[in-house]
């Protein structure tokens, strides 16, 4: 793919209006919908670059959530070196995230013809269930 205006942002195949402005269902206008793309299309560089940015912030907000609510709840029972140890906390929960997901992504092959990981483009984080 050239980068030409086309190939990078997508200018004539793809409607940018419709990621900035909601729609609101009882104050119907008549408005493009927006594209979608088949399984082995290629997307504008642009917008693959938008979408993964999107996702990966709202990622971000699933992994730090749990433990911060942890480390917040040691804070509150007054256990002061836990406390300080907050963003410790969450970078272990990022880290760890991280090299899990890289486990996932890469599909290690072990001996006896075993696969580690999955080989599809999946995030391990945390979950709220180890939440007290």
């Known amino acids: 793919m050239r980068c030409t205006a086309e190939g990078c942002f997508g200018w004539e ?12 269902p009882c104050i119907k206008k ?4 927006s594209l979608f793309f088949g399984k082995d299309a290629e997307l504008p560089i642009f917008l693959s670059l938008l979408m993964g940015l999107q996702h990966c912030v709202a990622m971000l907000g699933g992994i730090i ?3 911060l609510l942890i480390a917040n ?4 029972l007054g256990d ?15 880290i760890a995230s991280g090299a899990l997901t890289l486990v996932q992504v ?14 599809l483009v999946s995030v391990v984080g945390t979950s709220f269930t180890f939440l007290p």
């Not at 195949?13 to 609101?24: A, C, D, H, S």
């Not at 008549?30 to 919908?33: A, D, F, I, L, N």
């Open 106 to 119: 890469l599909r290690l092959r072990l001996c006896g013809g075993c696969f580690l990981g999955t080989g």
């Open 13 to 24: 195949t793809y409607n940018y209006k419709v990621l900035r402005m909601p729609e609101i």
């Open 80 to 94: 002061v070196e836990f406390c300080n140890k907050k963003q410790y906390v969450i970078s272990a929960a990022l």
């Open 65 to 67: 959530t749990v433990p």
């Open 30 to 33: 008549h408005t493009q919908s």
């Open 73 to 76: 709840e040691g804070c509150v």
